[in-house]
């Protein structure tokens, strides 16, 4: 519940002096819970010299001490409580303060409280809040409440703070998103009218796993019941930055036939997400092609590694390269195992078929292809056969299929 003050200041005349109580306007407190009621006055200079003569009262409804005793809730002279579990006033009223505790307040509370001093035989009224318990506690107010869009490596200061109307038993502020970085201070700070609130600061520095993270600050406080009462706020927090995690979806993904259709896709987490895309393959200087997605008919040239980069207004980004397998082409990244290949050029190169002359002898055993020597072992011997010099290369790999 919330516990109201609404203060009106109230001025009395005794001797033709003034005396003035100053206390806040409004008061929130929580039923099951206790309420601190900040309170000061004023007295006359010397009035206050015998400190063992001074004590202090709180009433309901009536500010005549006298009137009705059974409107006394707490009597400083004879130390008698009534209707609350206990009430403490732990200002020094020597020192004109008179800063109270009303503790396990309940619905049943709500009223007109007076607050008086007795001195020896000088009584003073000094002032009344209206005490209104509600069972909902107020929400916590998150700053910035609108945070405007913040930079990677940004610094981000938030600001989550409670009322706290008993502060001996002052909420907990918690958070719902802690980023990596984060550094969190808690602070109960005094206001203006003399109540107290519960601050709790959580600074980092902004990445871009933060960005349109929900974070919600939640003040929960402690009753003197089986429930606990909480209040939560809640913002969205956006960070702008350069693409990360750009990556290649490759579609079909298995090998592909000639003639068969394949699209690529380049993703990219970018803000703002207003991103430029360019496609190319290793080995070739210009560009592909432009746009996320990149789609062709496959021949056998299509065979190789492709990559992409994302580009906003913060930067850019190029992914891993991914290879694109042809159904039937040899595969050079894969082992092969040892071939003995009989070569009709005799500077040590293969060439291709259409160059080569279908072979006079049956016993002759020809093996055409293309074979990037830079990646490959190689040795070769030579035989003389009545006077014909013939070469052999040998071709070794790590013997994997």
Known sequence: PVLYSKMSLFIFMFSETNFYAKLPGKINALSGSCVQIPCTFDAPKNTLKDTENIFGCWMKKNHAFLSQDSLVVFNGTSNIIKGFNYIEILGNLSQLECTTVFYDVM?????????RVEIIRVNWILSTP?????????????TPTDLQEVMEEGTVNLSCSAEAPCPKQSPTISWSYIPESAHITRKLQEKPDKTQSVFSYMTFKASYK????NISCTATYPRNTSDVSSAET???????????????IIDPSDSVSVGTNVTLTCKSEASPNEINYTWYKRGQEKELDFGEQLTFNVNRRSGGWYFCTAKNMHGNQTS?????????EINLDVPLLCTHTKSIDHHGAFVMAEELETPKDENDMIHYGEIDFSTLQTKSTTEKISGEETIYAEVCGSGKN
């Open 210 to 213: 933060d960005h349109r993270k």
């Open 130 to 142: 209206t005490v209104c318990p509600v069972d909902v506690p107020e929400l916590p107010v998150l």
């Open 234 to 248: 809640t913002m969205m927090l956006r960070v702008l930055f350069s693409p990360k995690e750009t990556r290649i």
């Open 320 to 328: 891993e390269e991914i290879q694109l397998i042809v159904a039937g």
């Open 107 to 115: 619905n049943n509370h709500t009223d007109n409280y007076y607050f």
